[in-house]
C-alpha cells in the first residue's frame, strides 16, 4: 500500500506525459486508502512542478490521461477537477485545459516579522475578512493554554487571509476577555491583530513560539472557507505570544495554511552568521 509519493528521478530536456506517466504509472494503488483519483491529481501536479510548464501552456487532455495511467475517465476528469480547483490549470471553453500561474508565497516561521500579515510582499493584495467575534464563557483547554483559570472568559477570533482574492489561510485567535474587553467590536489596525495590541492597549509584543506540522484538514467549516476538499493537505501552525514584563501567554493562535504557502529559513551552523568568513 502506497499513501505517500516516492521521489520522482531528475528528468533533463523536455518531458511529456507519455515518458513521465511510464515512470509513474506504478504508484498508482487501487488498494491504497488514498481515493485513485486524489493519487492521480498528485502525480499530475508533480509533473507540472517537474516539467516546469509555464502559465499558458497546454495541459494534455483527460482522454490522454486516462490512456497513459490505465483508469477511467471519470477518475480522470475527477484528478483534473481537483487540479482546476487548487488552481493548478484552468479550463477554457472549446479551447482545452491549460496552466494556470500559480503564485507561492515564502513566509518565515522564524522571522523578527511576528505577524505573519507583515511577511506578504507589498505587491500582492492581501485582505482580512472576519469569519467570527465571539466570547466564550468557558473554554478550559484554551485557558490552560493561556495559563488562566478554567472559568476565565476567552476571546475568540477567526480571519480568514486571501491574497489577490484567493483564500490561503485560516488564523484563529484567543485572548483573555477581561485584558481587551473592546476587542470584540473594534477593527484591527492593518488587519493585524499585533498591531492592533500594541497602538491601542499599549502592550509591546515581546515573542511569539510557533510550531508547525502537516495535517490532512479534517475541518468541513476551514476546508470550505479554503476552498478546498476535507482531507486536502495543510500546515497546521499553532502559537504562544508573549508580551514584555509578562510570563503567561497573551494570545493562542491556530492556523490553517493551505498549499499555496510556503516557510522557508535559513540556519546557520553554530558560531556562525551571514558575515563570518569560512
Known amino acids: 500500500m502506497r499513501d505517500a509519493l516516492p521521489a520522482v528521478r531528475a528528468y533533463s530536456g523536455d518531458l511529456t506525459l507519455e515518458t513521465y506517466a511510464a515512470d509513474t504509472v506504478g504508484l498508482l494503488a487501487a488498494e491504497s486508502t488514498v481515493p485513485l483519483y486524489h493519487q492521480l491529481y498528485r502525480l499530475l501536479k508533480r509533473f507540472i512542478e517537474q516539467v516546469g510548464l509555464s502559465p499558458g501552456d497546454r495541459f494534455p487532455a483527460e482522454e490522454s490521461i486516462a490512456s497513459l495511467y490505465g483508469v477511467s475517465r471519470p477518475t480522470a476528469n475527477r484528478a483534473v477537477q481537483e487540479l482546476i480547483t487548487r488552481q493548478w490549470v484552468e479550463r477554457e471553453r ?24 507583515e511577511q ?28 488562566l483559570e478554567e472559568e476565565t ?11 489577490d482574492g484567493q483564500p490561503v489561510m485560516i488564523c484563529d485567535s484567543y485572548l483573555p476577555h477581561d485584558r481587551f474587553p473592546d476587542l470584540a467590536e473594534e477593527e484591527f489596525i492593518g488587519g493585524s491583530l499585533y498591531a492592533t495590541l500594541e497602538s491601542r492597549y499599549g502592550y509591546v509584543i515581546e515573542r511569539s513560539e510557533r510550531s508547525l506540522v502537516a495535517e490532512e484538514l479534517v475541518d468541513q467549516d476551514v476546508a470550505e472557507l479554503l476552498e478546498v476538499p476535507p482531507f486536502s493537505p495543510v500546515l497546521y501552525l499553532t502559537g504562544l505570544t508573549f508580551i514584555e514584563g509578562e510570563d503567561a501567554p497573551i494570545e493562542y493562535m491556530v492556523a490553517s495554511v493551505r498549499e499555496c ?18
Do not use: C, M, W
Open 120 to 147: 506578504f510582499p507589498p505587491e500582492a493584495l492581501l485582505q482580512t475578512t472576519f469569519i467570527a467575534r465571539q466570547i466564550l464563557e468557558r473554554a478550559p483547554v484554551i485557558a490552560s493554554r493561556l495559563q
Open 94 to 117: 472549446g479551447r482545452g485545459t491549460f496552466v494556470k500561474a500559480h503564485q507561492i508565497f515564502g513566509l518565515e516561521l522564524l522571522s523578527g516579522h511576528l505577524s505573519l500579515t
Open 153 to 163: 472568559a476567552i476571546l475568540y477570533f477567526r480571519r480568514l487571509r486571501s491574497v
Open 261 to 278: 504557502i510556503s516557510f522557508a529559513n535559513t540556519v546557520y551552523r553554530k558560531g556562525k552568521k551571514s558575515g563570518d568568513q569560512r
